[in-house]
C-alpha cells in the first residue's frame, strides 16, 4: 500500500523557519519523485517543489526559489522541505506526493501538515 505522511507543520513568525517531513513507504523510490503541494483556503492545491530519483533534479515554483529546499534521505524513505523566509502567503495546508512520469501526485492524498505565518 503506498503511504505518505506529512509532519512538522506549524506556527511561526514572518522570517522564521520550518523544516516538513515527508515519510513515504509501498513504492520503490527509483521510478518516481516526490512533490511537495500547499492548498491556501479558498485557493486550488498548487505545486510547490520537487524532487527526482531517477537523476536527482529538483524543481520549485518562482515564488518559493531561494527560500525552500527540498532533499532526500534515501535510507529513511523520507523527503524533507526546508522552508527559511517564510512569509505570511506561505500559510498553507502542505502534502507531499508521489510524482509519476507526467509530473502529476498519483498516490492517495494524506491529511498534509498545517503551515501558519503570522505577521
Known amino acids: 500500500e503506498v503511504q505518505l505522511v506529512e509532519s512538522g507543520g506549524g506556527l511561526v513568525q514572518a522570517g522564521g523557519s520550518l523544516r516538513l517531513s515527508c515519510a513515504a513507504s509501498g513504492f520503490t523510490f527509483d521510478d518516481y519523485g516526490i512533490g511537495w503541494f500547499r492548498q491556501a483556503p479558498g485557493k486550488e492545491r498548487e505545486g510547490v517543489s520537487c524532487i527526482s530519483f531517477t537523476d536527482g533534479s529538483t524543481y520549485y515554483t518562482t515564488s518559493v526559489k531561494g527560500r525552500f529546499a527540498i532533499s532526500s534521505d534515501d535510507a529513511k524513505n523520507t523527503v524533507y522541505l526546508q522552508m527559511n523566509s517564510l512569509k505570511p502567503e506561505d500559510t498553507a495546508v502542505y502534502f507531499c506526493?508521489?510524482?509519476?512520469?507526467?509530473?502529476?501526485?498519483?498516490?492517495?492524498w494524506g491529511q498534509g501538515t498545517q503551515v501558519t505565518v503570522s505577521s
Open positions: 506526493n508521489r510524482v509519476n512520469s507526467a509530473g502529476y501526485g498519483d498516490a492517495p
